[in-house]
Structure formats: C-alpha cells, structure tokens
C-alpha cells in the first residue's frame, strides 16, 4: 500500500506539472514559452546527437573534477553557508579555505539534470549576450557555452571571485574548446560594472554566487538597467536560505518581470520592460 501511495502522489505531481508547463507555454511571451519546452525535454533527456556528444564531454570532465585530490586554496566572497550568517565586511574581506578540487567540483558544480537545464534553456531561448556570476571550476559554463556554439553565436562573461579556482575553470574551458566563455577574475561589486558595461545589452544571466539576501537583491538591480528589452535571468539556490527565499520572492514580483517560474532550486525571470501584469508559477521538479 505504501508503494502504492507513492507512485499515486509521483503521478498526481507529474500530472500537476505538466499542467503548469502547458498554462506556462500559453503566456504569449516567447522567451516564458521556451521555458516549457526546454523544461520537458531536460526531463525527458532529450538531445540530438551533437547535443550528446557535448554533454558526454562535459560529463567526463566533471568526473574527472570530482575524483581530484588535489589542494587547492581559494577565498569565498560569498555567504558560505546557511548557518554562518557572514556579515558585509567579512564577505567583503573574504575567506581563504584550504580544500581539495574535488570537493570544491562536487560541492561548488550545478548537478548533471540542472546544467543540462541552462544548457536547453540557452539553445532554446538563443541569447547572444550572456553573464554567469560564478564560475566555480566551469561546468555550468561549459554547458552554457556550448549552448552558445551550438546554436552558432553569442558569449557568455562568467565571472569568479577565486582566481585560483578560476584558473580551473580557464583550464577546463579550454581543453573543451570552448572559445565562447571568458571568465573574469575578482569579487562581484569590482568585476560586475564594468562586464555590464561592455557587455549590454544583455539577455541572459544566471546569478549562481553570494548566496545573501540584499546581495542578490542589489545584483538584480544593478542588472536591470542593462538588460534588453526582452531578458531571461535565473537565479540558483533560491531556497538556500531564509534570506535567499526572500530576496526571491521580493525579485519575482518586481517591475519589468513579466512571468517568475519557481522551479524548486532554480528561480527563472522573464523580464519585459513593456509587461502590462505579472504571472508566477511554481513548478517543482521532484
């Protein structure tokens, strides 16, 4: 029985979510109807072969990231974790870790199933200016950036606070060949600007780093300005903590976010500057 009530409640979860995928792919909003799509065929590991190959590439690498022992020193800028409630000044000043790579890959990397989202989300989408704030050793890079080369153009700036795990990342990238990632070195508040900047206007972001409520709130403001007309920002680990949560809930409902997807870890806005209302959907995965 108890078997039973589980696969009852997995399908009445499936069915749930597959009715607010569909509402999701009726919003009139082209980049909000991607998201459907791209979220259906991540679930169902749909890929072409050239699709395959890139992500069987990446995967290898990642395990080869993971089984490292190697030291490796690196200093968070970030909020490190849930319980340590990092004040400004020590986020600011950071904190140097001794660690392994292949902790950091296992820790710090996006699992296979939500980088291989961002990678869909990037072919489906097909932005052409694109920013990732936080680099880690560049798995998620390298899934967004052979989005960018599969679909024959565009860039993606992914900027990390530790220039020793950047130096990973660089490394990585480029054994992948993946010429359309640069990865910029040095605490978000320093390097964010000027990537803007140069880099508007920009129709996709994910902001994976500094985990912190008013950071991340003062990251997306400090987006909006340079973002296009039309814009897709993704926000990881909005559940991280009770801070990340309302710092979400506050981003979903501001101006200019036309459609907010609640994907559970992932947060997703489609940004409008001519919305007329808002949607928000709340769409777990498990």
Known sequence: MFNLTQS???LQRSVNRSWKLYGLSREGNCTAESIAPSVRATLKGEWTQDEQSWIDRIERLRSEMNASSAPLTRTDFGAGNPEFNCTPEQMRAGVETADTLGHISRVASKPPF????????VRTVRPTSCIEMGT??????????????????????????????????RKNLRELGLDTVDVVVGRFEDTLPKVLATSQPVDYVFVDGHHEERATIGYFEQ?????????????DDIAWSDGMRRAWNRIARSEGVEVAVDLGPLGLCVINRRAAGQKYFRIPMN
Not at 114 to 121: D, G, Q, S
Not at 224 to 233: C, G, H, I, Q
Request: aromatic share 8%; proline share 2%; hydrophobic share 60%.
């Open 114 to 121: 939500w980088c291989a989202l961002l990678f869909e989300l």
């Open 136 to 169: 880690s050793v560049g798995i998620s890079a390298a899934y967004q950036g052979a989005a960018l080369t599969l679909n024959g153009g565009g860039g993606l700036v992914t900027l990390e606070g530790a220039s020793s795990v950047a130096n990973i990342a």
């Open 223 to 235: 987006i909006m300005p340079f973002l296009a007309e039309m814009a897709l920002v993704v926000f």
């Open 8 to 10: 009852v409640r997995k």
